[in-house]
């Protein structure tokens, strides 16, 4: 080591100590970030608007898969599906003890939820680039296709006491829109995220999770009174 | 011969240090590099027929080394998510061809060591066994209504979800607990061939394979054809299953050997018809039996004739 001796005292007294300052990401607009996060102070009716709102336009992309924002992957929230598993759920369970075939609430809803995430789990397992509540999120978004032919099923069901071959083959097609929808919606959002050679062994059960969905839908009857 | 990523200090000064580094070069590091990459994309068919073609000699002279070798993929501890990675590591053709191989018997290869090494999968026995699950409770569901509606009785036919739920318990059941007997029994006669536990778990998932489209076939309401199915589709996986287990085995007493070959096929039969009698309704004798509805809404008139 060098011999020169320093006095460290002289060094000490002439730096000024002046530490104050702010802490600022250069280029980025400082005032604004403030009012973004404190929402705490807001009206109860404009949280849950922007909620609905954001549900709602997620709603709309998964109609129009072909106009593909990518909104849908990141932002997800799981408010959608919740309210889709529910409402299929309630039209799908059996009646009674008169109609002992039909699936219960929770066999539904255990199946839809249970069979997102499973299907989910597989493309992460195969090497996936999605996040896991990407995947369930965007998942139970297009479940709403297939909501909808239930929905339109109900109301033929209901419209005519005795069923027909007609009445059957145009609840038959209206199923079969739905699930092609579905699938395609959810492969539209999804299919990118996995290498080639494993995209079939990702979007096969997909294809296989809304096929027993609308196996499900289609099979739902009257029950015998 | 220096892996140029390796930054290695050379000091003149000492000689053992000289001698441990060039000791080093010489070491299998460079080679667990190459197997780890997860670039399956180009990798997997030169890996694949590296190993494979490794296999017989190491398997006779030295299985250890076979075991290192093997043991060398899967380094992950087993709470991370990258070791059950390792255990969906397929490609689609690979899935195909596996499928395929399951259903075509042939003599000379041996299903497990030419397809399922090195790399066993869970992607296709825990998939094909749910496809199955569903073929069986969707094409129930449709023989029931088609035998039903040929008899032109007047009830109003609801389909029964709760096929899914048994025909999942006994497909799950055969899928996982066949391969833990057959592996223990395995591992009690000490056999050479070490097949490992996720092996077999694979060899049986995908010799379900074949029940599938049999299942969907299954829904046409001719009892001939559904016997003819069932047992063309016991006969072709039963013997893949034979084929694959009989080199495990050979080296055992004779009466062993059979009496283990014969269960493994029995077994697969007793599946196969444990389907056809309980989803698909097939009658054991000539004529068709009268097809029962899924509710007892007859039950009441039924009971007024006893009194």
Known sequence: MAATSVDVSDVTDQVPLDVEGDITVPGAPPEEDEEDFSTLDEPVKETILRDLKAVGKKFVHVLNPLKGSRSLLREWDLWGPLVLCVMVALLLQGDNAADTGAPQFAEVFVILWVGAVVVTLNSQLLGGQLSFFQSVCVLGYCVLPLSIALIVCRIILAASATQTIVLFAIRFVTVLLGFAWSTFAAMAFLGDSQPVNRKALAVYPIFLFYFIISWMIISHTHSDT | ?307
């Open chain 2, 1 to 307: 011969m220096a892996d140029p990523g390796r930054q290695t200090v050379v000091d003149v000064a000492s000689q053992e240090k000289g001698d441990q580094i060039s000791s080093d070069d010489l070491q299998f590091h460079d080679f667990s590099g190459a197997t780890l990459s997860d670039g399956g994309g180009g990798l997997p068919g030169d890996r694949t027929s590296r190993m494979s073609s490794d296999d017989e000699p190491l398997l006779d002279a030295d299985s250890d080394q076979a075991e290192l070798l093997g043991g060398q993929k899967k380094q992950s501890p087993f709470w991370t998510f990258e070791y059950y990675q390792d255990f969906f590591d397929v490609d689609t053709y690979q899935v195909l061809h596996r499928i395929l191989g399951s259903m075509l018997p042939r003599p000379g290869k041996n299903f497990l060591l030419t397809h399922v090494r090195p790399n066993p999968d869970i992607y296709g026995p825990f998939w094909v066994c749910l496809t199955l699950v569903f073929t069986t409770a969707i094409s129930g569901n449709l023989a029931n209504y088609f035998s039903l509606a040929s008899s032109g009785s007047e009830y109003h036919w609801v389909y029964d979800f709760h096929k899914v739920t048994l025909a999942a318990a006994a497909i799950f059941s055969y899928a996982w607990l066949i391969p833990t007997a057959l592996w223990g029994f395995l591992w009690w006669r000490n056999s050479q061939l070490h097949f490992t536990f996720l092996e077999i778990i694979c060899v049986y998932g995908y010799s379900l394979s074949i029940y599938v489209p049999i299942s969907v076939l299954w829904a046409i309401p001719v009892p001939a054809v559904q016997w003819a199915l069932g047992l063309v589709g016991m006969l072709l996986s039963g013997s893949v299953l034979v084929l694959t287990f009989w080199p495990a085995v050979r080296d055992d007493e004779r009466k062993v050997t059979y009496l283990t070959l014969v269960l493994i096929f029995i077994l697969h039969g007793l599946l196969a018809v444990g389907f056809m009698l309980y989803f698909f309704s097939v009658p054991l004798h000539g004529s068709p039996v009268t097809p029962q509805p899924h509710r007892t809404t007859i039950a009441p008139a039924v009971s007024t004739k006893h009194i």
